[in-house]
């Protein structure tokens, strides 16, 4: 599977799966006693869920790596953002910025 819609779908739904599972797993250590074991338990299904998702087709995922990368660092900014109210600064942007052009080149140049 190359870089298809479909592929990049996938991809971005895996980053979506993989961010959130990242935060509920955050949300579990820093809430309250009482809903650490709910965090926990989501956060175990959805990251499952990523994990499913992403190693499931038959495609060069050393390829897809790139733009798979510039999805998850978009994800994990706009969740840090909305859930955790931490927007993204002047550093992350531009660091942002040389994780999309490493994205492209790795997903777009032939070796």
């Not at 797993?25 to 998702?53: C, M, P, Q, W």
């Amino acid at each position: 599977m190359t870089s298809t819609p479909i592929a990049l779908l996938l991809l971005l739904a895996a980053a979506v799966l993989e961010a959130s599972g990242d935060a509920l797993v955050r949300k579990g250590l820093y809430g309250s006693a009482a809903a650490k074991v709910g965090f926990f338990f989501a956060g175990t299904v959805v990251l499952f869920g990523y994990a499913y998702l992403v190693n499931s087709p038959k495609w060069d995922f050393g390829r897809l790596l790139g733009i798979y990368v510039v999805f998850f660092f978009v994800v994990v900014q706009l969740i840090n953002w909305l859930i955790f109210g931490v927007p993204p600064g002047w550093g992350r942007l531009t660091g942002g910025a040389c994780i999309l052009l490493g994205g492209a080149i790795i997903t777009f140049t032939s070796d």
